[in-house]
T-cell receptor
Framework: KQEVTQIPAALSVPEGENLVLNCSFT??????LQWFRQDPGKGLTSLLL?????REQTSGRLNASLDKSSGRSTLYIAASQPGDSATYLC?????????FGQGTILTVHP | GAGVSQSPSNKVTEKGKDVELRCDPI?????LYWYRQRLGQGLEFLIY????????KSGLPSDRFSAERTGESVSTLTIQRTQQEDSAVYLC???????????????FGNGTRLTVT
């Protein structure tokens, strides 16, 4: 059974700082690893998807890495902005099912 | 273009009543997923559909929960004899066909907030 863990549970940083969110998973037989953001009262918005054969994906100020052997993924956010404040969720897809971590609540203060 | 649509957005019901939650996926998406998110907690997988079939129902919490999908489109999640512990946001997501869904991101609706009093 896939289990996904995210640390830290919450993070508060000043605007402009670079930061890293961590995600670990127990079953390395994943098809992909996905990162999402969730704003209060909203659904999830897909940020990045890393296929099992890939090591990283980049979109703008976001970079996500995947290391299947160690069961880890990181989301790097460069030059953080107050608009980045949200809950960030990672999920691993195994056999059609996407299992999520508990999320990291990010607050970027001006 | 239309995204995943869920209705109602909010539902308040009395304990013991039945409720139906609806999900309209993105047109052409054959994979459809239901998740539950309790207050302050992560997403809990309930069930997913490939077309009208549900290969994995392992996440349904009890036999009070059921889901169906018709026409490879709309899905309905039904909760019978609701309990206070059922209070949560129920999220629906869709993605393209199974062959590519493993490497296609999920598109989520805004959810239905269910409150059982």
């Amino acid at each position: 059974k896939q289990e996904v863990t995210q640390i830290p549970a919450a993070l508060s940083v000043p605007e402009g700082e670079n930061l890293v969110l961590n995600c670990s998973f127990t079953d390395s037989a994943i098809y992909n690893l996905q990162w999402f953001r969730q704003d209060p009262g909203k659904g999830l918005t897909s940020l990045l998807l890393i296929q099992s054969s890939q090591r990283e994906q980049t979109s703008g100020r976001l970079n996500a890495s995947l290391d299947k052997s160690s069961g880890r993924s990181t989301l790097y956010i460069a030059a953080s902005q107050p608009g980045d404040s949200a809950t960030y969720l990672c999920g691993g897809t195994s056999y059609g099912k996407l299992t999520f971590g508990q999320g990291t609540i990010l607050t970027v203060h001006p | 273009g239309a995204g995943v649509s869920q209705s109602p957005s909010n539902k308040v019901t009395e304990k013991g009543k039945d409720v139906e939650l609806r999900c309209d996926p993105i047109s052409g998406h054959t994979a459809l997923y239901w998740y539950r998110q309790r207050l302050g907690q992560g997403l809990e997988f309930l069930i997913y559909f490939q077309g009208n079939s549900a290969p994995d129902k392992s996440g349904l919490p009890s036999d009070r929960f059921s889901a169906e999908r018709t026409g490879e489109s709309v899905s309905t999640l039904t909760i019978q004899r609701t309990q206070q512990e059922d209070s949560a946001v129920y999220l629906c997501a869709s993605s393209p066909s199974l062959g590519s869904s493993y490497n296609s991101p999920l598109h989520f609706g805004n959810g239905t907030r269910l409150t059982v009093t």
